[in-house]
């Protein structure tokens, strides 16, 4: 199969979709590899690196994308990218389509089979291609709520950790998950008081008997949430719901109770944010301020560490990008219904259901067009 991988165009995107090694695995497997040149450059890798082991330097995206049978990237295609796309061809990438109906009609018109890392799952219920991902934002989200914190960026002047004599922060933490439970750790390991509200009783229990109290846990009822958000300097939005549009769980009402120059990071921003009042910034300018309330709303948080963020997602969409080159799509769909769960779009047909509840689009099922199409 002949395999490009694009440069990144999102602002102040610095990942790359595919790693040296990722390129090395599939041109040992007979595969055709195609870099756009300085694609590696932002995460640490240059062109030679990828040369090295075989891959093919392109000048140009167009180059890319005319010649690839599957495009590997990171974010979602932007509006330049998506002109490029057509039917036949494979994408394997971020999407976050729910809350991006834009994203999706061109997907759509376009007619390309796209397969979302963010609804890829596994055996145990979990989203194995999203999960690196979500580790590296929950681990940033404390660092950069400090910073939003810091006088001189808006915030309250607040450190985090506190002094002896002084008191810390007190950090709420809206969800359970992945993202939630790296942002707790590291909250309460810069010294904060944490609160991690989430509704799943067992989920609750295991965060008390894995962390042993360093931080506190609380169920997510509205009266709960709404007195906790008060009450803290530093609110953490790390709540997804697989595939669809993330729940506005902050309502600007809400906001307007918060202490002047108190911040909200909204990890959920990919999926249109769980406060009632984000909207998506960039690495460039990240913060603004709504009532009184700071807000970091980066939609690629991970980006800011480039080449952690490229190595830990190329580990874990390897296998998978070996098995769609390997088999091809449908093949692969066919074999594994985890990567089936990953399909989103497929010749003008949307194939997830939670992004067609989202935007009210009819959806097609995505295993009767897998057999169908191994039958024919």
């Keep these: 199969m002949k395999i490009g991988c694009p440069k990144e165009i999102k602002p102040q995107e610095f990942r790359v979709g595919m790693t040296p090694h990722a390129a090395h695995e599939a041109v040992a497997a007979g595969h055709e590899v195609l870099v756009e040149a300085g694609a590696g450059v932002g995460a640490g890798f ?25 495009i590997v990237k990171v974010k979602e295609p932007q509006a330049e990218e998506r002109k ?8 394997f990438t971020y999407l976050h389509l729910a809350p991006d109906p834009e994203q999706t009609r061109d997907l759509l018109a376009s007619g390309v089979t796209a397969i979302a890392y963010e609804t890829v799952t596994d055996d145990r219920g979990g989203l194995p291609l999203l999960a690196p991902m979500s580790e590296v934002a929950g681990r940033l989200a404390p660092q950069v709520g400090a910073w939003t914190l810091q006088k001189a960026n808006g915030g309250r002047g607040v450190l985090l950790g506190g002094v002896p004599g002084v008191a810390p922060a007190r950090v709420v933490v809206i969800g359970g998950g992945v993202v939630g439970t790296h942002a707790a750790r590291i909250a309460a390991g810069m010294g904060a008081e944490v609160t991690v509200l989430d509704r799943s009783l067992p989920r609750l229990r295991y965060l008390d008997d894995t962390f042993a109290g360093a931080f506190r846990t609380r169920y997510a009822s509205a009266g709960d949430t709404a007195e906790l958000v008060a009450e803290a300097d530093l609110v953490i939005g790390a709540v997804l719901i697989p595939g669809a549009a993330a729940p506005k769980l902050v309502t600007r009402a809400q906001l307007s109770t918060m202490k002047p120059g108190a911040a909200i990071v909204d990890v959920a921003i990919d999926q249109g944010g769980c406060f009632e009042t984000s909207h998506a910034t960039t690495h460039q300018d ?54 089936l769960a990953g399909l989103n779009t497929h010749a003008g047909q949307l194939t997830y259901a939670a992004v067609g509840a989202a935007l009210n689009l009819p959806v097609a099922d995505a295993a009767k067009i897998v057999a169908e199409r191994r039958a024919a």
């Excluded at 240059?46 to 994308?65: M, N, P, Q």
């Excluded at 490029?84 to 994408?91: M, T």
């Excluded at 830990?312 to 390997?326: I, K, S, W």
């Design 84 to 91: 490029r796309l057509r039917e036949g061809q494979l994408l």
């Design 46 to 70: 240059s062109d030679a690196d990828y040369a090295a082991v075989g891959a093919r330097i392109a000048d140009t995206a167009e180059e890319v994308f005319a010649a690839s049978e599957m």
């Design 286 to 339: 990240p913060i603004y301020e709504v009532d009184g309330v700071m807000h970091y709303c980066v939609a690629n948080m991970p980006g800011a560490v480039a080449r952690t963020s490229t190595i830990a997602l190329g580990n874990a969409t390897m296998p998978f990008l070996m098995a769609l080159a390997n088999k091809g799509w449908r093949q692969a769909c066919a074999d594994d219904r985890h990567l």
